[in-house]
């Protein structure tokens, strides 16, 4: 086949030149047919996910822009309150798990507040995620997961009171249960021990 | 989103560029999702495609023409940056020494050539539907980059000037990614154009 093939082909794929009967426009004809359909097809039930809502989406979004430069970082007088704030959570975070830690418990997962996300570190942080992931699930909510600059994320929307099943998965991770009713966690790699 | 209000946050910056991603969020994060996961097939994928798009929006804003339309603008940022997602899986699978392809094409070539009804009356039917379905599925599978510019020439009616635009290409390797994109279609679709073609 030569190039005016294609470009016919091409011209006709696009909706282009569609008086054109010849075999290849016939072929591009109902290939262009059956992709339009199936498009119509396939789009109906794809509804944007539930588990992630408007607000959850635009936060994770606004993250990204402050940590890839395009938005500048939060105030200093903002930062120097959360700052002193999350110095004292994460001697918490990491002090009381440490004394309340089980015999032989491993591997170490370290935790820390910043704002209103939970950030944990693990040697696996794709593991844990899909590990909290699946038991959240399994206690009726529908957290969603991302990654992001090599962070392992879940956001999820908690149906308020936070049930039992709920605060359970969160208390075995030691995980505070948030203020309101959004959940965020980030897991990063932990250092090697 | 207004084309002009967009314009002026890019000039200003700052707090003008968080109110605007919020805006874009919500005037295109559904129609921009619903693309992405068509082609991704990934619910967080589309979405970190999707959220990434609305960055490199940013990063790119100066280049954004007054005369153009934000959305097709802000849409072929989304395809490239698929494109690019898809080129990193490297998952398409080579056509070098696949006999079944010449014997594809001429089996296409002999039907598509015979006195046949409508195709488009034809594809309507629930058996051409799925194995339409069936044959697109395992071409998106294989070779997705192909079976993405497909869809789009179909949906928006891309010149060759746009495809070489998209794919970062000059017109000649273009005009050889839309043969490979023929040729590979008639291999992974040949089932459903034997089934198309050849029931007059």
């Known amino acids: ?193 | 989103m207004d084309r002009l209000d967009f314009m002026q946050a890019c000039r200003e910056g700052g707090r003008a560029i968080e109110r605007a991603l919020r805006a874009l969020d919500a005037a295109y994060f559904d129609v921009l999702f619903r693309e992405g996961l068509r082609t991704l097939r990934d619910t967080e994928a589309a979405r970190d495609a999707v959220q990434e798009t609305f960055i490199k929006v940013w990063r790119r804003c100066s280049t954004f023409q007054a005369q153009s339309e934000l959305l097709p603008w802000i849409r072929a940022i989304l395809r490239n940056d698929m494109l690019d997602r898809m080129r990193r899986n490297n998952r398409e699978l080579s056509l070098e020494d696949d006999a079944v392809s010449v014997e594809a094409e001429r089996r296409i070539d002999e039907l598509s050539s015979q006195a046949i009804a409508g195709p488009q009356a034809e594809v309507r039917t629930r058996e051409h539907a799925e194995c339409f379905q069936r044959c697109w599925t395992r071409f998106e599978e294989e070779s997705p980059t192909h079976a993405a510019v497909i869809t789009w020439i179909t949906q928006d009616g891309l010149t060759n000037e746009e495809i070489s635009r998209l794919l970062d290409r000059s017109p000649g390797a273009t005009r050889e990614f839309i043969s490979q994109c023929r040729k590979r279609a008639r291999i992974y679709l040949v089932e459903w154009y034997e089934l198309v073609f050849g029931e007059v």
């Not at chain 1, 120097?80 to 089980?102: D, F, N, Q, S, Y």
């Open chain 1, 1 to 193: 086949m030569t190039d005016s093939f294609d470009d016919k082909w091409l011209d006709v794929l696009a909706g282009r030149d569609v008086a054109d009967d010849t075999p290849v426009a016939r072929e591009a004809r109902a290939l262009r047919a059956a992709v339009l359909a199936q498009q119509h097809v396939s789009t109906a039930d794809m509804e944007p996910s539930p588990a992630m809502n408007r607000e959850q989406r635009v936060r994770a979004l606004l993250a990204r822009a402050r940590e890839t430069g395009v938005l500048p970082q939060a105030r200093r007088a903002t930062r120097l309150w959360w700052g002193a704030a999350a110095a004292g959570m994460v001697a918490l975070a990491i002090t009381v798990p440490w004394l309340m830690r089980a015999p032989g418990e491993s591997p170490p997962v370290v935790r820390t507040a910043d704002e209103d996300v939970v950030r944990l570190r693990a040697p696996d942080p794709r593991a844990l995620k899909q590990q909290v992931l699946v038991e959240l699930r399994e206690a009726g909510i529908s957290p969603a997961g991302y990654e992001a600059f090599g962070r392992q994320g879940i956001d999820a929307e908690l149906p308020q009171p936070v049930p039992e099943a709920v605060r359970a998965v969160l208390a075995k991770h030691r995980i505070p249960v948030p203020k309101d009713s959004i959940l965020r966690i980030e897991i990063e790699a932990a250092a090697p021990q």
